[in-house]
């Protein structure tokens, strides 16, 4: 109960007021009290729960599971908002390891060949690159 929104915990929608949190934590409390055989940790978890819905409604804290006026969302522990642009690409990730350890054994290859190392090397990197591409797509 205490963990999560404490507006399902409650009963209650997230644009909820002060009045209908505070009705709605006393209903609850009525049935979990441990005087009127309710369990004790449940009425914890009640009591947390109402008091950061309260915080919540009365506007003492942002409301985190209501969008602002401006369209974000605010996400507990992480900073970036929901309408942010998204960090750039890495180039290599994990799945282009492996590309340069290829591009060495195609310089070798290349280096081998002699006179025909320009051509030889320009097409197994055009190889490489396509290689790189089709991954890069899927």
Do not use: C
């Not at 507006?7 to 409390?29: C, D, H, I, M, N």
């Not at 280096?111 to 396509?130: E, K, S, W």
């Amino acid at each position: 109960m205490g963990g999560g929104d404490p507006f399902a915990a409650l009963g209650l929608p997230a644009t909820a007021s002060p009045e209908q949190v505070k009705a709605a934590y006393r209903a609850a409390a009525r049935r979990l009290h441990p005087d009127a055989g309710g369990d004790d940790d449940s009425f914890r978890a009640l009591i947390t729960a109402a008091r950061r819905a309260q915080a919540y409604a009365s506007g003492a804290e942002p409301n985190p599971y209501v969008a602002t006026e401006d369209h974000t969302v605010l996400v507990a522990g992480y900073d970036r908002h929901a309408h942010s642009p998204l960090p750039p690409p890495r180039l290599l990730n994990r799945a282009f390891f492996w590309m340069l350890p290829v591009a060495g054994v195609v310089f070798m290859v290349a280096g081998a060949t002699g006179r025909y190392f320009l051509p030889v090397f320009l097409g197994g990197m055009a190889l490489l690159a396509t290689v790189g591409w089709l991954v890069r797509r899927r």
